[in-house]
């Protein structure tokens, strides 16, 4: 596993010794509410969060009860956007778009037709090598667990981590040396995955990025 988000979710393996921890891959994960860039480049300051509703009449959609949208996460993911419309006395409503395809639609639609969209993204992903974003900035992180966040603050950021078999780190295997040695960032995967979103061969892609990036796949190898 070579990009882990954390959670506790392999700790009953690492207590056993069954699975390794090797540490983080160099990459930060990170949620939060973004805008298409165009929006940025013509509103400045909309990226403080303490301006959201100097901007919500931008935002309103037929869906939104005459506030602003506040496009969601899909069920299931980490989301504490009530909480913060609400912590923050923001005047938006939370309409869930119920998928991340929805998501990507309305902010590909948002930056080519200059509409706007404020909505829930997270990055390492590929569609932010497609379609640039800007985030929302809301006061520094103070909650690691979203059940017990306040609203106030931000999304947390995440050293995203690798983790492997045990019996993998003791093989003495040049793959368990490449896992130990493995680096890389979130703009590395992003083009990587875009390309293959994009319709290129996997093993294309993969070849594209290490031609690209020979001193890294070096150190990689050890």
Known sequence: MVEDW????????????????LGPNGQEGLIGMYV??????EYPDIT???????????????????KGAWLEGP??????????????KLNFKAINTGSEAALIDAFTDG????????????????????????????????WTDAAQASG??????T??????????MDSGSPFATLLQNFQWTNEDQNGVAADIEGGMDPAAAAQKWIDA???KVKAWLG
């Open 75 to 88: 069920p299931g993911y980490t989301t504490i956007g009530e909480k913060m419309i609400e912590a923050n």
């Open 159 to 168: 050293p995203l981590i690798k983790l492997a078999s045990k019996r993998l």
């Open 213 to 215: 990036n020979p001193d």
């Open 111 to 142: 930056q080519k037709n200059k509409k706007a969209v404020l909505g829930y993204w997270y990055t390492p992903q590929y569609f932010n090598a497609q379609v640039e974003l800007a985030r929302i900035n809301f006061p520094a992180n103070d």
């Open 36 to 41: 298409p860039k165009w929006m940025a480049d």
């Open 6 to 21: 954390g959670g506790g979710r392999w700790q009953e393996w690492v207590d056993r010794g069954s699975v390794v921890e």
């Open 152 to 157: 106030l603050t931000d999304y947390p950021a």
């Open 48 to 66: 403080d969060s303490a301006n959201l509703n100097k901007y919500a009449d931008l935002f309103k959609t037929p869906d939104s009860d005459g």
